[in-house]
């Protein structure tokens, strides 16, 4: 059974997630968006092996422990190519936002597509929010980890950018409510809830 722990990090108050298979202690770092000493001291506390760090989307509250992650356990950074041109601009984001200068955006080691699989976790492009938005699916386990592509509350994913597609991002919430009704969706910011009850909260889509 697959173990997901979730982390709050960084002034945006981002959710990074360790997910593990309790029998191995492998785990794959979701979405380190800031907080690396904290992140490490409970891969410590929890004795896991982290073996890779996915990123769900490009922006820069989701990707700035990234380099001290690597850096520590050696591990791949995978990302979306699509959304690639997003870490150029972590720097100034965040310095906008938050105020302080994180160094150098960090560099994909593996590019991630659609209809793979990485680790049993099954990759679904979800475009929109931003190009190259990725959601990984555990069917098994009836988990989905979507970025910030939805919410509890039955919002979607903001679209205000100029590189975000409202269709787009339709489209994707289309494929999500596909899966299996049941799924518990972990997302970018805040608590998670189940499919079915976000198609109720959601009068938009």
Do not use: W
């Not at 108050?13 to 001291?41: E, M, S, W």
């Amino acid at each position: 059974m697959i173990i997901v722990k979730k982390l709050i990090v960084g002034q945006l108050k981002a959710n990074c997630y360790l997910v593990f298979h309790n029998n191995n202690k492998k785990a794959t770092i979701i979405d380190p968006g800031d907080d690396a000493d904290y992140i490490q001291r409970i891969i410590f506390d929890l004795e896991l092996k982290p073996i890779k760090i996915i990123a769900t989307h490009g922006h820069f509250d989701h990707i700035l422990a990234v380099n001290e992650l690597k850096h520590a356990f050696n591990i791949p950074f995978l990302m979306h190519k699509k959304d690639e041109f997003l870490l150029s601009q972590m720097r100034s984001s965040c310095k906008f936002f938050t105020g302080f200068d994180p160094g150098p955006a960090p560099k994909i080691d593996k590019y991630l597509t659609g209809h793979g699989l990485i680790s049993k976790i099954e990759i679904i492009e979800t475009p929109g929010h931003t190009p190259g938005g990725i959601s990984l699916y555990i069917e098994k386990d009836k988990v989905l980890l979507c970025g910030d592509l939805i919410f509890k509350e039955g919002v979607v994913g903001r679209t205000d950018f100029v590189y975000s597609r409202k269709k787009d991002l339709e489209k994707s919430v289309e494929k999500i409510f596909k899966l299996q009704q049941d799924t518990l969706v972990y997302p970018g910011h805040g608590e998670e809830f189940l499919i079915s009850d976000f198609k109720q909260n959601n009068t938009k889509i």
